[in-house]
């Protein structure tokens, strides 16, 4: 690996302090020398094998997706273009409670039904692993040896591990179990996840009490991990939702960080400000909390995720059972579109918000970029006809688009100082929503030039050296002599998100080189074939 000097660009470190002028020099995988204002001081400046004149273009450290789900894509694709090219070097993977460790041969089949909208069935990879530490093998791994495109922490899933310790019904574990899914927990931070994740609006994460949840924050806590809920409610009942998970973490001694943290549809729209002064009275109390956000308003989840809980019961196949049955199908019907599932948030749901982004099944294609109803009116039936035919016959695989936020909700939670960046970007189907490609550079174009929600330094601290100090990696997240070289060059008048709803795979604009472990993955605005991303594991305390 030839030494690299990156010369005269703007630093934005990552702490959130004035970017400065300077000359970074970049060997081994680390930066191991800064050398600031070289020209106009005149002094002797860095020599290298290699030099890049960076005029004109901010170097940062590279973005850190706090929440990804990039569980099986890093090792299905090395090219990973989707995150590469919007500069993140490091995705934080085992989210919303369901991923893919710890598991037996059992939940391993379960899970991968659950979540194919997620990331697809996973039937052209062996999925040979059964616990953390062997999944974080795989990973270092990657293609023959070379690793994967980006770095990659995991979060435990909660539901995972409840399906494997209890099963996927609807009661309170027993203190067998709860013992089981202690030492699983235990266990997978040993073997270096970051924390743990738990999905409360799916199944079988939902079925869990707060008291089974602080057990297993005290065990996160003792580890020195951090708990990241995608809690019970975005809609209805959304701030007693974040209320139960800072009280909860508060009792458990455990840091928390709340996923995708928004106040979605119409019963909360201009309730951002409640949301905050919820957390700011627990953060001056001493609690210790962060969240992620990504910058649009719609949501993005699977069409199966909408369901009530009761009816989810049990796992994929009885979903599909009870679907099937026209009585059973009719009280999930009157749930969902009279009462308000908790699986859409407790509130009715508008099938005109609902827009399918994608199908595991390609001959179930028509229907994607059309909301629910537009196929339902283009069908001639009813919303639920059509909604319930899908589910059956994409066998729960079908994601969707929800279009229910509020661009002022979104802007009041970036500005607050506990927020970090995430995209959330589910890459399956044929139209995904475009913050799986565009997330990163979208806060840097639209929200620091375009609109100046964030100041520049101060956004790339919410997407690099927060996450960096929330996962606590200690030689990430800011360029430092000694850091990590995991870099991002973009220009400040240029930098844009490509993806739109209607092209959501179109790469950034204005982000010519990104570095993993100080190699070239972006180089003047192409992929390289470099794989020099790994695990990276929970720092011991």
């Known amino acids: 690996m030839e030494q690299l000097v990156i010369r005269d660009a703007e630093v934005a470190d990552g702490s959130g302090e004035p970017s400065y002028r300077a000359d970074v020099v970049v060997d081994g995988g680390r930066i191991v020398s800064i050398v600031k204002e070289a020209a106009a001081a005149g002094c002797q400046r860095p020599r290298a094998a290699r030099e890049l004149d960076a005029e004109g273009l901010v170097l940062a450290p590279g973005f850190i997706d706090m929440h990804a789900h990039s569980d099986l894509a890093l090792l299905r694709d090395p090219d990973h273009s989707a995150k590469v090219a919007q500069g993140v070097t490091l995705e934080v993977l085992g989210q919303d409670g369901l991923s893919y460790a710890p598991v037996d041969d059992r939940t391993r089949e379960e899970v991968r039904r659950a979540i194919t909208g997620w990331n697809g069935y996973g039937d052209d990879l062996d999925l040979d692993w059964r616990s953390v530490g062997e999944y974080l093998d795989r990973l270092d791994h990657g293609f023959d040896g070379q690793g994967i495109a980006v770095n990659a922490a995991y979060l435990i899933p909660q539901g995972t591990v409840r399906a494997l310790a209890v099963g996927w019904e609807d009661r309170p574990a027993r203190p067998a179990e709860l013992d089981r899914m202690r030492e699983l927990v235990a266990e997978g931070l040993r073997q270096g996840a970051v924390g743990l994740s738990s999905g409360l609006t799916y199944t079988p994460g939902m079925y869990a009490g707060d008291a089974e949840l602080t057990e297993l924050c005290r065990v996160v806590a003792s580890y020195g991990g951090y708990y990241c809920p995608h809690h019970r409610s975005y809609g209805a009942g959304a701030l007693e939702a974040y209320a139960e998970m800072v009280a909860l973490t508060r009792e458990a001694g455990c840091p928390l960080h709340l996923a995708h943290a928004t106040m979605n549809f119409g019963v909360n729209e201009g309730r951002a400000p409640e949301l905050l002064a919820l957390l700011d009275e627990a953060l001056d109390a001493g609690a210790d909390i962060s969240l992620d956000t990504y910058p649009y308003t719609p ?242 305390m």
């Not at 009157?334 to 948030?345: K, R, S, W």
């Not at 506990?418 to 995904?432: E, F, V």
């Open 299 to 540: 949501g993005s989840t699977t069409l199966a995720a909408l369901l009530p809980s009761w009816a989810s019961a049990g796992g994929p196949g009885r979903v599909l059972e009870r679907l099937a049955d026209p009585g059973t199908a009719a009280r999930i019907r009157h749930d969902l579109e009279v009462t308000g599932a908790d699986g859409c948030h407790g509130v009715p749901v508008e099938w005109d918000t609902i827009e399918i982004s994608g199908t595991a099944d390609p001959a179930l294609g028509a229907y994607v970029g059309r909301t629910v109803r537009e196929s339902a009116e283009a069908r001639g039936e009813e919303p639920w006809t059509t909604a319930r035919r899908l589910l059956v016959e994409d066998r729960l695989g079908t994601t969707i688009l929800q279009h229910v936020g509020h661009e002022e909700n979104v802007r009041a939670i970036m500005r607050h100082r506990a927020h970090t960046g995430g995209s959330d970007g589910i890459l399956q189907g044929a139209k995904p929503h475009p913050r799986a490609y565009g997330t990163f550079p979208r806060y840097l174009g639209h929200y620091v030039r375009e609109t100046g929600v964030l100041g520049l330094e101060e956004c790339v601290a919410r997407l690099t050296g927060r996450p960096a100090a929330r996962l606590r990696l200690p030689d990430r997240g800011l360029v430092r002599e000694g850091h990590r070289a995991d870099l991002v060059l973009f220009d400040p008048a240029t930098v844009a998100a490509g993806s739109t709803f209607a092209e959501p795979r179109r790469l950034p604009e204005g982000i010519p080189y990104v570095l993993v472990d100080g190699r070239f993955a972006i180089e003047e605005g192409r992929r390289t074939d470099v794989l020099a991303g790994r695990s990276v594991r929970r720092t011991p």
